[in-house]
């Protein structure tokens, strides 16, 4: 049985943390009485709200990091368990998002997103697991993947939904291997949140190419779920130890819900028997 309060005096770390989810978590685990560790490519933005934790009596770090650089990575684990002297849950949860079809989707556009969204996750897991593992009692990982991963028809997000379908399919594939060291595994999956996620090629590195088309603007998504709601929902769900999380607004569930059926629909037409029809005897 999970314990009825794993959080206080222990320490959380979460990617992508400047703003958005990743704030949102870890405001809501610093307020269930956690060490934090803020993480973000925008290192301004990401010490500002830790500072603004911190004057809420929260116990917080802000530290710039490009999850998609394995040093920069271990550098974020050395000094979290230098300033807290453990980590008890990982929260992959930096991610980026592009729009644009595949044939004219260019190899930078896959590299950056797969860069961060798969990559990241994995440098984050190789960097802090070893030293998780080490330790007993709670300990807990959440990735954060996207409710795109679902959807029968992701045109415009095909990169974007392959990358999450990879943070599925890996995170699905942890959970059975860290249970046998006592560490619970969540996939977290966002739908239509007011996030900046639109706006997120504004960290794209030069070295990935031109910035794809931005069809729907770069403004907070309207009409979203908070990312204070995520927060709750997603924490709720570690606290649970929910293999799978789903956060997105409530006027949606149901249309969510008949895209994931369609997909299933998909796979039962796969997989119906056949009728062979044979050609009649001849005499």
């Known amino acids: 049985m999970p314990e009825l309060d794993p959080f206080t005096g222990r320490t959380a770390v979460v990617t992508g943390a400047a703003g958005g989810i990743g704030a949102a978590l870890a405001a809501e685990l610093g ?19 830790a500072a603004e934790l911190c004057a809420r009596g929260i116990r917080a770090l802000g530290y710039g990091v490009d999850v998609s650089d394995p040093g920069s990575v271990a550098e974020l684990a050395a000094v979290s368990y230098e300033e807290f002297g453990s980590v008890e849950l990982l929260c ?51 990735n954060t993947a996207s409710t795109h991963a679902f959807l029968p028809d992701t045109s415009t997000s095909a990169l974007y939904s392959a990358t999450k379908h990879a943070v599925v399919g890996i995170t ?14 969540t996939l977290l999956c966002p739908g239509q949140a007011a996030t900046r996620i ?34 709750r929902i997603a924490v709720d769900g570690i606290l649970a130890s929910d293999p799978l999380v789903f956060a997105l607004p409530e006027f949606s569930r149901e249309t969510f819900r008949g895209q994931v059926e369609q997909m299933w629909r998909m796979a039962d037409d796969a997989l119906a028997d056949r009728v062979e029809t044979s050609c009649p005897a001849v005499d």
Not at 31 to 49: F, K
Not at 204 to 213: C, I, K, L, Q
Request: net charge negative.
């Open 31 to 49: 307020a269930r009485g956690m060490s934090v560790v803020l993480a973000d490519i925008d290192e301004i933005g990401v010490r500002r709200t």
């Open 92 to 142: 992959n949860n930096a991610g980026v998002l592009l729009f644009g079809e595949v044939a004219d989707a260019t190899i930078g556009d896959w590299r950056w997103l797969s860069s961060v969204n798969v990559e990241g996750m994995l440098n984050c897991l190789h960097a802090f697991l070893p030293r998780m593992r080490q330790t007993t009692g709670w300990r807990h990982v959440m």
């Open 172 to 185: 699905l594939g942890l959970r059975p291997e860290l249970a046998e060291d006592g560490i619970g595994v």
């Open 198 to 231: 639109l706006d997120a090629q504004r960290n794209r590195p030069e070295g990935y190419g031109r910035r794809a088309r931005e069809p729907f603007g770069t403004g907070v998504i309207p009409l979203a779920i908070e990312p204070h709601e995520v927060a």
